[in-house]
């Protein structure tokens, strides 16, 4: 997996965490980080010293570099811009470099673990690569027949949105038809009901997914409780922009009585 | 729960071969390669309940339920109680339009209602709404839920009759207009001698606030959304495109506020309600504000 890098070389974060051990510190937060593999594992406490605006990424990198050089924890920008570094602090799944410390109040421990709805590998690093899987069942773009390749700003505005998306998959971790249900052989996921969304939309794209959509991506699976529009570091709107009008797609094709009789007798 | 608890995975966890997709086959969706309940999650190992978030996750649902449940309450006894619904030229919106068969036993408004009950039951904001408040499915996000096994979502009975929401909008649309006669009749006031005069009473505001209300929300339906555009892929390549684009954009404006369009056209529905009642139940006075002269009415035109 390319997109996976284990980071765990201490000193790398030294940088980002300027109060050093022999300082007097004037802040310290308690940091909770769950430590362990597939086979169990528990919340180890750390005290980290903190420097105005550090986010939750610093204090890992200033624990890796401190006090345990083998805490595996996956990122690679430190600028809410590569999704690599999702997990749930304080039970929330967001971004580590996207969360601030002084978010969270001077004397609450704050908890960091990684996602739940993957397997773990280590420490914060979880396997996301069934994701990579569901993206290459998915109907790719193919060109509208005889499209003649112009079109307008305002006929792509709509799917530019969708291409916001960074691959966090802190969507993907939060639905509850993932997390608690459990379906990941029947539901593709928000973060994919973006995607498809992205192409069903362009204006020069000729596929139509809504058989798929509804038959093997699950879209009907999906209740509409918003809560991967949640949690999006994008702040992609998934559930109003991609998974409704999606919905209203499928709608179109298998549900909507007066369509149907409609398509059969003038076949359009 | 103790969140800070350690933790163990059930059996057989740690497996993580990448499942493979094979190219020719049918593009059905790949599993973890790790057997379900063996995440950290661990699926339906959870009370409903559990969770690891350390906010206030309750408060929104609860609230919600509070105020669906209280709203729903006064709605269902105000349709069944039959009367208090006319007070001159105001009509309560639960009644409207007035339609009272002979062989009809019961309230009128539960020949009307089924419509927008029906409208907002299979609203997409509602079903959010309720989904989480009284079906905990999920109560607030992260958080653990019910154990059930056959999750289905919207796919079977009843759910799947949620797709038929565009059906219910169109006649929200047909019941918007009567409403809007309804508001301008509010405007005309009988005089005891014959005629009508033009004036704003107390219910003429009440009605012209909730049916205000209630077109908001109902332009913006995300059916609505997809009707008038969104089922477009390119605006510029069809006829009417121009006009289309811009319908879209309108609606898409009003559906960004449709969850504050939801509860406050359900607020002023029933506030429209119980101002008609208390005036025709003479617990209050309605008081007037007249515009004009008397239009005499005894050429047989009225409205
Ligand atoms: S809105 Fe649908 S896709 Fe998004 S989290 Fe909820 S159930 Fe999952
Ligand atoms: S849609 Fe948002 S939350 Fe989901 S993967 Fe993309 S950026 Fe992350
Ligand atoms: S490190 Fe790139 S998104 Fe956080
Ligand atoms: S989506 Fe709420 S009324 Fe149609």
């Known amino acids: 997996m390319t997109q996976t890098m284990v980071e765990s070389r201490p000193g790398t974060a030294t940088a980002q965490a300027p109060a050093g051990e022999g300082q007097a510190r004037s802040r310290e937060a308690v940091l909770r980080v769950f430590r362990g593999d597939a086979s169990g594992g528990s919340e180890v406490e750390y005290r980290v010293p903190v420097a105005p605006g550090m986010v939750v990424l610093d204090a890992i990198h200033w624990i890796q570099a401190h006090r345990a050089p083998d805490l595996a924890v996956r990122w690679n920008c430190k600028a809410a811009k590569c999704g690599s570094c999702s997990a749930e602090v304080n039970g929330k799944p967001s971004l580590m470099c996207k969360t601030r410390l002084d978010h969270f109040a001077q004397d609450r421990t704050i908890s960091v673990r990684p996602m739940k709805t993957f397997p773990i590998i280590k420490d914060l690093v979880t396997d996301v690569s069934w994701n990579y899987e569901v993206n290459k069942r998915i109907p790719p773009f193919k060109p509208r027949p005889g499209a003649d390749w112009r079109w307008q700003q305002s006929d792509v505005d709509r799917v530019q949105e969708f291409r916001k998306c960074i691959e966090c998959f802190l969507c993907q971790d939060v639905c509850h038809v993932l997390r608690t249900h459990e379906l990941k052989h029947q539901f593709a996921g ?49 559930t109003d922009n991609a998974i409704i009008p999606l919905k209203e797609r499928v709608v179109d094709w298998f549900y909507d009585p007066l369509r149907m009789v409609w398509r059969k007798l003038t076949g359009r | 729960m103790n969140p800070h608890s350690d933790r163990s995975w059930a059996g057989g966890a740690g497996t993580l071969a990448a499942p493979s997709a094979s190219p020719g086959a049918l593009p059905g969706l790949p599993s973890t390669g790790v057997p379900a309940g063996s995440f950290r999650g661990r699926g339906f190992g959870e009370r409903l309940g559990a969770t690891e978030r350390e906010d206030a996750w309750w408060a929104q649902p609860l609230a919600q339920a509070i105020g669906l449940g209280l709203l729903g309450l006064y709605a269902t006894w105000a349709a069944f109680q039959g009367n208090h619904y006319e007070f001159g030229n105001y009509l309560s919106p639960f009644y409207s339009p007035l339609f009272k068969p002979s062989w009809w036993p019961i309230s009128p408004a539960i020949l009307i209602l089924w419509a927008p009950l029906g409208f907002r039951a299979t609203c997409y904001y509602y079903r959010k709404a309720y989904y989480r408040a009284f079906f905990g499915d999920p109560a607030a996000c992260a958080v653990g839920e019910i154990k059930s096994k056959g999750y289905c979502g919207e796919l079977k009975f009843p759910f799947v009759l949620q797709n038929l ?33 033009i004036g704003i009473g107390g219910g003429t505001l009440a009605l012209l606030f909730n049916t205000t209300l209630l077109s908001l929300y109902t332009f913006s339906c995300h059916s609505l959304r997809h009707l008038v555009g969104g089922k477009l892929d390119c605006f510029s390549c069809v006829a009417a495109g121009g006009p289309r684009l811009k319908a879209w954009s309108a609606v898409s404006v009003l559906n960004g506020h449709h969850m504050g369009f939801a509860w406050w056209s359900l607020f002023s529905v029933c506030f429209a309600d119980l101002y008609v009642r208390l005036c025709s139940m003479g617990v209050i006075h309605d008081g007037v504000i007249y515009l004009s002269s008397l239009f005499d009415t005894a050429g047989g035109t009225g409205l």
């Open chain 2, 165 to 197: 929401h565009r059906y219910f909008m169109y006649l929200a649309l047909v019941i918007l207009v009567i409403l809007w006669y309804d508001v301008i009749r509010s405007f005309a006031f009988a005089q005891p001698n014959g005629g009508f005069r």
């Open chain 1, 190 to 238: 928000p973060r994919f009901f973006v995607r498809i969304a992205g192409l069903e939309m362009h204006p020069m794209d000729g596929e139509d997914r809504s058989g798929f959509l509804k038959d093997h991506a699950g879209i009907g699976l999906c209740n509409i409780t918003k809560c991967c529009t949640e949690v999006c570091p994008e702040s992609i709107t998934i």
